[in-house]
């Protein structure tokens, strides 16, 4: 590596490590994307805590006085219950929140069984024959090293853990003994561990989203991604939630741009034009490049109006300002099409056909205006 690059290099390491430490810099389809991940997790950990807690209770059978045999058998059992309720019932939200509390539950159920065994056998860790209920948090650890995590994510679920596992040693008044302060560092050791591993997944996760799912060129989502967006997450339950809007914008001659410019400049300015409609979009809106100088944004809870709104906020920018360019600036019109969808009539793909429709009306009529579907209306424009 050249010492010129160093800087490149310096940048790159930076942006990594600030996307493994918190989640406040991802994209919204991230947050969609590693949600699923999660979930996933989540639900397979707990349909395996599921099967194995309560299939564990001949081994208890084996290794408990009969005394504590009864209630060990009936821990497990509830045990198992929650857990399979957790993999069976838990909401389908595809949201990084939402998979994080599935993994809190999965972590709060088996941590409130660790504790109920430690009271009912009045601690484990003298007792040999018990070595799979001492080491319950330390197997937690493990677990969490699977699933991607900021480190700001994992910080409070480590905490928890080794914290309730420090206490169940002080209880049986152990704290400073020499295996209690083994399995202790043990415990620290493998969060340590976990929290390399999570970072690790969760970079590699964001590597393969980016490849996946964004436009080289603008950074914006694809086509594919935004459809599959659209079928996976907002169709969901959309009928009884807000409003979706789409806004549907074209450059208006960039073929132009083109001929006369170059391919790199007319590259410049769809740069410019993906950076000014992120600007412009809400944190919830998708915006993606759906192809050439073709772009989609897809705004939920944003009525009509609002949709109308934000179309003439893009248009009245694009004829304002000229596009920097290496070469010169640019001026330069938009045509948008506006539609909101109808979940009980229009499918995702009919929906974009009709916003499609108004984008073409938008170009008919003269170029340089925002035109909503089944209504030829004309908004404030320039030159056409």
Known sequence: MALSDLPHWLALM???????????????DFHFYRGGHLLLRVRIFALLFAVATPLWIPVAMWLLPGEGLFAMGVGRVVAGVAFLGVALLWPTQRSRLNGIAGLWALVIILLAFHLY???????????????????????????????????????????????LEGLTV?????????????????????????????AVHLYILMLLHRQASLDPLTGLLNRGALFRR??????????????????FMDLDRFKVINDHYGHPVGDEVLVYLANLINREAGPEDLVARF??????????????????ALGERIRAEVARHPIPTQGSDLAATASLGVARWDPLTQSPETLIDTVDEALYSAKEEGRNRVIRAGQAELRPAGSG
Do not use: K
């Open 230 to 247: 659209i079928r996976e997450d907002l169709t969901a339950g959309r009928g009884s939630a807000g409003p979706l809007t789409l806004v």
């Open 14 to 28: 930076r942006g990594a490590f600030r996307d493994v430490a918190t989640a406040g810099h991802h994209s919204a």
């Open 117 to 163: 065994a430690q009271i009912l056998v009045g601690g484990t860790m003298a007792q040999p024959g018990l070595i799979g209920y001492t080491t319950l948090p330390l197997f937690l650890v493990a677990c969490t090293a699977l699933f991607p995590l900021t480190t700001l994510e994992s910080l409070p679920l480590l905490a928890v853990i080794i914290g």
């Open 170 to 198: 002080a209880q049986n008044r152990d704290l400073l003994g020499e295996a209690s302060m083994g399995m202790l560092w043990v415990t620290l050791l493998m969060g340590g561990f976990a929290l390399v591993a999570q």
């Open 291 to 308: 192809g050439g100088e073709e772009f989609l944004i897809v705004a939920p809870n944003r009525d009509l109006d609002e949709g109308m």
